[in-house]
């Protein structure tokens, strides 16, 4: 199993986002809402290929519906599924993942076995439909998967060994009120492992690729009507106006460490400075959205792509956004919101104001004064290395605001 992650972690690594990109996971709208869905069946799976996989993606779907942290993956390793969903970075708080009564396996084969029907996925829909409404059940999820195994042998004297599996499979929703078929869902995903030389008996046989194989599958079919996480990679615009040059890259460094608090005052006072720019609107959008608040976040999506309708980026956060709106009222609906998220890293005004830094370092103490005049008195003694906003500038001092509502007067001498 070790191999096969470090595999996938070369595979992932290709697609792994640039060092000035910020990537992280947010709630993500499924393909097709089904937000009506409480009560949950899920029939055994046929697998033509492996019947002993019958069980094993039956139990992957359950699993996965009964995650807190659907989604969630280790975004350094690049596995899906395989490591604890607490290792992925999200600034979404309260939302977890478990929004369904799944029915107990072994509840679901009692009736089967009391109406006589088989247990391996071949019945037909009414009689799901039937069992569904035996156990008060919303929706039954029935389906078919399969997959296949392709070597390939490579070099002189084929030194080396690619397995390639290909798993696939359809699943089908059938409403129990209805007995029909309310939602489909056809996916297919394909895993390698290559080894040259001496290492080509470590290939693992394809019933242990086709497992992990199994499990991106069983995400895809989730994915398709149950709400979630997802990793997503935002790139962050430049916004190239001279006078916030050097405060863009600040912002961008308190986000890439996940300080969201320090790094909002900041993006905020550079669309109030210039609410025209849609870099500085499609930013604070990203804001919004890392922290699940799509309502905030879709006006500032509009406003960018208003100002700018050819950007692609700009229509496909619009369009996200809109989604995640679905998913937070669906959230408020079942009494389970998203966290609300105060940012507190200031007020935008002082985000962009000019500031001194005080020479020296901790254990120094530099005179700040009342009067621009050393002879006045002195209204605080100041750590070296501290930084000040700047209020005005006074020939030789610079009148600096101090703690709460005082201020003070230092010499340009003292500061760097």
């Given at each position: 199993m070790?191999r096969l992650?470090?595999l996938l972690?070369i595979?992932?690594?290709?697609l792994?986002?640039?060092?000035?990109d910020i990537e992280?996971?947010?709630?993500?709208?499924?393909?097709?809402?089904f937000?009506d869905i409480?009560?949950?069946?899920?029939?055994?799976?046929?697998?033509?290929?492996?019947?002993?996989?019958?069980?094993f993606?039956t139990?992957q779907?359950?699993?996965?519906l009964l995650?807190q942290?659907?989604g969630?993956?280790?975004?350094?390793?690049?596995?899906?599924?395989?490591v604890k969903?607490?290792?992925g970075?999200?600034?979404?708080?309260?939302?977890?993942?478990?929004?369904?009564q799944?029915?107990?396996?072994?509840?679901l084969?009692?009736?089967l076995k009391?109406?006589?029907?088989?247990?391996?996925g071949?019945?037909d829909e009414?009689s799901?439909?039937?069992?569904g409404r035996?156990?008060?059940?919303?929706?039954i999820?029935?389906?078919n998967?399969s997959y296949s195994?392709?070597?390939?042998?490579?070099?002189?004297?084929?030194?080396?060994l690619?397995?390639?599996?290909?798993?696939?499979?359809?699943?089908?929703?059938?409403?129990?009120?209805?007995a029909?078929?309310?939602?489909t869902?056809?996916?297919q995903v394909?895993?390698?492992?290559?080894?040259?030389?001496?290492?080509?008996?470590?290939?693992?046989?394809a019933?242990v690729?086709a497992?992990?194989?199994?499990k991106?599958l069983?995400?895809?079919?989730?994915?398709?009507?149950a709400?979630g996480y997802?990793?997503?990679?935002?790139k962050?615009?430049?916004?190239?106006?001279?006078?916030?040059?050097t405060?863009?890259k600040?912002?961008?460094d308190?986000?890439?460490?996940?300080?969201l608090?320090?790094a909002?005052?900041?993006?905020?006072?550079?669309?109030?400075a210039?609410?025209y720019n849609?870099?500085a609107?499609?930013?604070?959008?990203?804001?919004?959205?890392?922290?699940?608040?799509n309502t905030?976040a879709?006006?500032?999506y509009?406003i960018a792509?208003?100002?700018d309708?050819?950007?692609i980026?700009?229509n496909?956060?619009?369009?996200r956004?809109?989604?995640g709106?679905?998913v937070?009222?669906?959230l408020?609906?079942?009494?389970?919101?998203?966290?609300?998220?105060?940012?507190t890293g200031?007020?935008?005004a002082d985000?962009?104001?000019?500031?001194?830094?005080?020479k020296?370092?901790?254990?120094?103490?530099?005179?700040?004064?009342?009067?621009?005049d050393?002879?006045s008195e002195i209204a605080?003694?100041?750590?070296?290395g501290?930084?000040?906003?700047?209020?005005e500038?006074r020939g030789?001092?610079?009148k600096?605001q101090?703690r709460?509502?005082?201020?003070g007067f230092?010499h340009?001498?003292?500061?760097k």
């Amino acid at each position: 199993m070790t191999r096969l992650i470090i595999l996938l972690f070369i595979i992932f690594s290709s697609l792994a986002p640039k060092a000035q990109d910020i990537e992280c996971f947010i709630l993500k709208a499924p393909e097709k809402p089904f937000y009506d869905i409480k009560k949950i069946g899920v029939l055994e799976f046929d697998c033509s290929s492996n019947h002993r996989m019958n069980k094993f993606v039956t139990d992957q779907i359950v699993a996965d519906l009964l995650s807190q942290n659907r989604g969630i993956y280790d975004s350094k390793s690049g596995w899906y599924g395989m490591v604890k969903g607490k290792k992925g970075k999200t600034f979404v708080k309260g939302v977890n993942t478990d929004f369904y009564q799944v029915m107990e396996r072994e509840q679901l084969e009692k009736i089967l076995k009391e109406q006589r029907l088989s247990l391996s996925g071949t019945i037909d829909e009414s009689s799901a439909a039937e069992v569904g409404r035996l156990l008060g059940l919303d929706v039954i999820i029935m389906g078919n998967v399969s997959y296949s195994s392709v070597d390939k042998r490579t070099g002189q004297d084929y030194p080396c060994l690619k397995r390639t599996v290909t798993a696939k499979g359809t699943m089908k929703m059938v409403s129990v009120e209805t007995a029909q078929i309310v939602g489909t869902k056809s996916a297919q995903v394909s895993l390698y492992v290559s080894k040259c030389s001496d290492a080509r008996s470590e290939v693992p046989r394809a019933e242990v690729i086709a497992e992990s194989a199994m499990k991106s599958l069983v995400h895809e079919f989730t994915d398709y009507f149950a709400p979630g996480y997802q990793n997503i990679t935002y790139k962050f615009e430049k916004v190239k106006l001279k006078e916030f040059k050097t405060k863009s890259k600040e912002a961008m460094d308190f986000v890439k460490i996940g300080d969201l608090d320090r790094a909002f005052p900041i993006v905020y006072a550079m669309f109030e400075a210039d609410s025209y720019n849609p870099k500085a609107a499609y930013n604070l959008g990203i804001l919004y959205e890392m922290v699940g608040s799509n309502t905030d976040a879709l006006e500032y999506y509009n406003i960018a792509y208003e100002l700018d309708y050819s950007n692609i980026n700009y229509n496909q956060a619009v369009n996200r956004a809109k989604a995640g709106i679905g998913v937070n009222n669906y959230l408020e609906e079942i009494g389970r919101p998203v966290e609300p998220y105060t940012f507190t890293g200031g007020n935008a005004a002082d985000a962009l104001a000019e500031k001194v830094q005080i020479k020296g370092n901790s254990g120094d103490r530099v005179n700040v004064y009342e009067l621009p005049d050393k002879k006045s008195e002195i209204a605080a003694k100041v750590p070296g290395g501290l930084e000040f906003k700047v209020i005005e500038d006074r020939g030789s001092f610079i009148k600096i605001q101090l703690r709460g509502t005082k201020t003070g007067f230092v010499h340009k001498s003292d500061v760097k």
